[in-house]
Nanobody
């Protein structure tokens, strides 16, 4: 079992930055694909970014490409999401996910483990 705990969410003005962290426990994440999803009120959960455990390959949703950066520190068993140039439409609960597949997926149902989520609110 892997337990995931997100932190770093909050309220920020449009154009600002936040860095989300996801601390994993229970098992080392070095052989798990890790990612972020988000869910805004009244909307379905959507893919944000994923990083593989082989080669550290990354993939982003078009809506965040060039603004968000996903990274991982396997020694600290931690996943990060650096979010820059935030927009009001980025407002959502952000979830950390983990999966034992090498590359990860954009499909929420593919992930075995989910954190409880952290709220990000971007004001205009």
């Amino acid at each position: 079992q892997v337990q995931l705990v997100e932190s770093g969410g909050g309220l920020v003005q449009a154009g600002g930055s936040l860095r989300l962290s996801c601390a994993a426990s229970g098992r080392t994440i070095s052989n798990y694909a890790m990612g972020w999803f988000r869910q805004a009120p009244g909307k379905e959960r959507e893919f944000v970014a994923v990083i593989s455990w082989i080669g550290g390959n990354t993939r982003y949703a078009d809506s965040v490409k060039g603004r968000f950066t996903i990274s991982r520190d396997n020694a600290k068993n931690t996943l990060y999401l650096q979010m820059n140039s935030l927009k009001p439409e980025d407002t959502a609960v952000y979830y950390c996910v983990a999966d034992r597949s090498p590359l990860g997926s954009v499909i929420p149902g593919s992930y075995d483990y989910w954190g409880q989520g952290t709220q990000v609110t971007v004001s205009s």
